[in-house]
T-cell receptor
Framework: AQSVAQPEDQVNVAEGNPLTVKCTYS??????LFWYVQYPNRGLQFLLK??????LVKGSYGFEAEFNKSQTSFHLKKPSALVSDSALYFC???????????FGSGTRLLVRP | GAVVSQHPSWVICKSGTSVKIECRSL??????MFWYRQFPKKSLMLMAT?????????EQGVEKDKFLINHASLTLSTLTVTSAHPEDSSFYIC?????????????FGAGSRLTVL
């Protein structure tokens, strides 16, 4: 069965510093990996995905993620954090059946001024 | 881009009553929609896959008689929480894939917060 792990409940960074939100996955077959962001009392917004191709994927709002097959990881990164990046971030993998997503537990990102 | 609308965005009801939440794809047709439940400070739990014109597929542990899903058209899926109790209070989020995108990306609604008194 497909699964995703986000080992950090919360990540704290100072504005302007680089940020990393960690994600590891377990899949049978080729992984379809996603990052979504959720602001308070809102639905999820798509950030980026890895299906195939380059291991470094660029997405919305300056975020990027690096697919590492040997480490089964898909960490989310941003070179310079903004206070407005503070939100709940979810890593997800496509499930066994078409298109449904299995989510990690979420990581809350707090960017302090 | 693809837009998914949920209604109501929040609802308060008395214990024992039923509540219906609508999920609409506004600018595309969705043969499949997904219903998620999010507990406070927790991840999203997939409840069921809603299939247009056929029965929903429920995830293990989700009571199909408690959470009725109907997908009567290509743009509308409804989730009805029957005989709601306080433990059903949660944030319910639906999602759908725009088949025009061909990109495996799901679009999510803004969510519906249910509070059962």
């Amino acid at each position: 069965a497909q699964s995703v792990a986000q080992p950090e409940d919360q990540v704290n960074v100072a504005e302007g510093n680089p940020l990393t939100v960690k994600c590891t996955y377990s899949v049978s077959g080729n992984p379809y990996l996603f990052w979504y962001v959720q602001y308070p009392n809102r639905g999820l917004q798509f950030l980026l995905k890895y299906i195939t191709g380059d291991n470094l994927v660029k997405g919305s709002y300056g975020f990027e993620a690096e697919f590492n097959k040997s480490q089964t990881s898909f960490h989310l990164k941003k070179p310079s954090a903004l206070v407005s990046d503070s939100a709940l971030y979810f890593c997800a993998v496509r499930g066994d059946s078409s298109y449904k997503l299995i989510f990690g537990s979420g990581t809350r990102l707090l960017v302090r001024p | 881009g693809a837009v998914v609308s949920q209604h109501p965005s929040w609802v308060i009801c008395k214990s024992g009553t039923s509540v219906k939440i609508e999920c609409r794809s506004l600018d595309f047709q969705a043969t499949t929609m997904f219903w998620y439940r999010q507990f406070p400070k927790k991840s999203l739990m997939l409840m069921a896959t809603s299939n247009e014109g056929s029965k929903a597929t429920y995830e293990q542990g989700v009571e199909k008689d408690k959470f009725l899903i109907n997908h009567a058209s290509l743009t509308l899926s409804t989730l009805t929480v029957t005989s709601a109790h306080p433990e059903d209070s949660s944030f319910y989020i639906c999602s759908a894939r725009d088949p025009r995108s061909g990109a495996n990306v799901l679009t999510f609604g803004a969510g519906s917060r249910l509070t059962v008194l």
